[in-house]
């Protein structure tokens, strides 16, 4: 997880938190005022062009993801953090995710120095930093979405490709867009996907998805536009697997012999 004050997750709306990446997950969402595929632009809440094409394409795969009840992912991310002179210096780590809804979480980050385990079962949400042997563990929420806005706004950590995982990811998505369109046809890892490209009032994000009967999300793209050297993060997204094997310990944590418990240092004022 990241820290949520860092220079890019502050720019963030809450549902396009990073990941980054991400998308959320749509639960079969029916949302009213969305046009059909072939009909004139609608005109976004703070007026721009809306394509419907390119609605009806992420409505489709957060409905796919949707109707998986576990998968599996891994990503590759990277982001800028900006100076105070202005210089931008990047940033990379990567994640491996397992989510089985409606309330189980593994998440494993890496950024080659340091490891990083987070583990939420339902009831509680630990954590573990493998470099220095240390946990932590509290209670939680008992559903993903809510533990997710918990783990921000209690915990001051984002979680890796946390809009992935969102059961109103379309309703998140599109709230507050300004503009989006189909960019067009593009080839990632291999795979043919619709790259998409909207924009809010805080950030610009794109998608590319692929296309046909799986349309799952291959990349992320988002930069913060309130901010003059505009940071961006990136995700790449590869090694899905909407079957994963779930095994009794995967959503279990047993802090090694050797680790330290700490305290979790909740957000003043919260």
Not at 131 to 150: E, K
Request: proline fraction near 6%; aromatic fraction near 10%.
């Amino acid at each position: 997880m990241l820290s949520s004050n860092s220079r890019f997750a502050r720019g963030t709306p809450r549902g396009l938190g990073v990941l980054a990446v991400v998308m959320a997950v749509a639960l079969g969402l029916t949302v009213p005022g969305i046009a059909a595929a072939g009909e004139a632009p609608v005109t976004g809440k703070w007026g721009g062009p809306i394509d419907p094409d390119a609605l009806q394409i992420l409505k489709g795969m957060t409905d796919y993801l949707g109707s998986q009840q576990t998968f599996a992912m891994h990503t590759e991310n990277t982001y800028e953090d900006v100076l105070e002179t202005g210089q931008k210096i990047q940033f990379g780590f990567s994640s491996s995710i397992v989510v089985q809804r409606p309330n189980k979480l593994r998440a494993e980050r890496s950024d080659g120095q340091a490891s990083r385990l987070f583990i939420y079962d339902g009831e509680t949400l630990a954590m573990y930093d493998k470099g220095h042997d240390l946990f932590a563990s509290v209670t939680a929420p008992d559903n993903i979405d809510d533990t997710l806005f918990f783990a921000r706004d209690e915990l001051d950590l984002v979680p890796p490709t946390g809009d992935m995982i969102f059961s109103n990811a379309f309703e998140l998505l599109t709230a507050s867009i300004t503009s989006g369109f189909v960019v067009g046809k593009t080839v990632i890892d291999g795979v043919s996907c619709d790259h998409l490209a909207f924009t809010t009032p805080v950030v610009d994000w794109q998608v590319w998805i692929a296309d046909g009967d799986k349309p799952l999300p291959y990349k992320y793209v988002l930069t913060t536009r309130d901010d003059p050297a505009q940071p961006q993060f990136v995700t790449m997204i590869s090694n899905w697997n909407t079957d994963p094997k779930i095994t009794k310990g995967t959503f279990e944590f047993e802090p090694p012999a050797t680790a330290i418990e700490i305290d979790i240092v909740r957000v003043a004022g919260r």
